[in-house]
């Protein structure tokens, strides 16, 4: 049953339902699929202008993230500037870290057919891991230090990895956009199109409960010096 922001029964009669032909002239259908994927489908379905709205925000955080990522590998070939993990800086393994975390829990929730789940993890990564903290601390890395700074480098891999892995995971809900970025994604041999491809699994050496343990401490300390 699908209501309307206030909890009433969308119907033509009480002049509150909304169309797809509405809908996709403004938002475009890649929203309408996210409001699919991100309503819990074991409760009533709500649908309003605001609830869209705020769909299309989330949407843009993760199409903006994708294209930022996509920025940063400009000059990356992942044949030859890849570094491996035991050369990198601890943050970036923090980060893999939490990229194997989203692929363990997103997996899970296809599975279970938990999409509301798949969206909203997909989307906080990009917000809270990615954009309000590790993109955002990378950057002097990336903008000021020589092309091929190893570090330099490490960043860029952990961002190859991350667009390629958040490109798969939500290809079945964003189809469009994940085929878009797939495309300007570098490397050479790669399948033409994302949905050519699996789903990526999490790797044994990026899963660190002493790092994870750490951070948690750290992030939780930060939280209370940024009050």
């Known amino acids: 049953l699908v209501?309307?922001?206030?909890?009433?029964?969308?119907?033509?009669s009480l002049g509150n339902n909304i169309t797809p032909d509405d809908v996709i002239p403004k938002y475009g259908a890649e929203v309408v699929r996210l409001w699919v994927a991100a309503e819990d489908s074991s409760e009533d379905i709500r649908l309003s202008t605001e609830i869209l709205n705020r769909l299309a925000d989330a949407y843009r955080?993760?199409?903006?993230?994708?294209?930022?990522?996509?920025?940063?590998?400009?000059?990356?070939?992942?044949?030859?500037?890849?570094r491996p993990y035991d050369q990198m800086d601890e943050l970036d393994r923090w980060a893999l870290l939490r990229l194997g975390e989203l692929i363990s829990r997103?997996?899970?929730?296809?599975?279970?057919?938990?999409?509301?789940?798949?969206?909203?993890s997909i989307h906080n990564?990009?917000?809270?891991?990615?954009?309000?903290?590790?993109?955002?601390?990378?950057?002097?890395?990336?903008?000021?230090?020589?092309?091929?700074?190893?570090?330099r480098r490490a960043a860029q891999t952990v961002c190859f990895e991350v667009l390629t892995a958040i490109s798969r995971l939500m290809a079945p809900i964003l189809s469009f956009t994940a085929d878009e970025v797939w495309s300007y994604i570098p490397g050479r041999g790669k399948p033409e199109s994302v949905h050519l491809v699996l789903f990526p699994e999490e790797r044994g050496e990026w899963m660190n409960e002493r790092l994870a343990g750490e951070w948690e401490r750290l992030l939780e300390v930060r939280g209370e010096v940024s009050r």
């Open 3 to 12: 209501r309307d922001e206030k909890g009433r029964k969308i119907s033509k």
């Open 125 to 151: 990564f990009c917000a809270v891991d990615l954009s309000a903290l590790y993109l955002d601390i990378i950057k002097d890395r990336l903008y000021v230090s020589a092309p091929d700074d190893p570090r």
């Open 61 to 82: 955080r993760i199409r903006n993230t994708c294209r930022f990522l996509l920025g940063t590998l400009a000059d990356f070939d992942p044949e030859s500037d890849r």
């Open 106 to 120: 997103v997996r899970r929730a296809y599975a279970d057919y938990q999409f509301h789940v798949v969206f909203h």
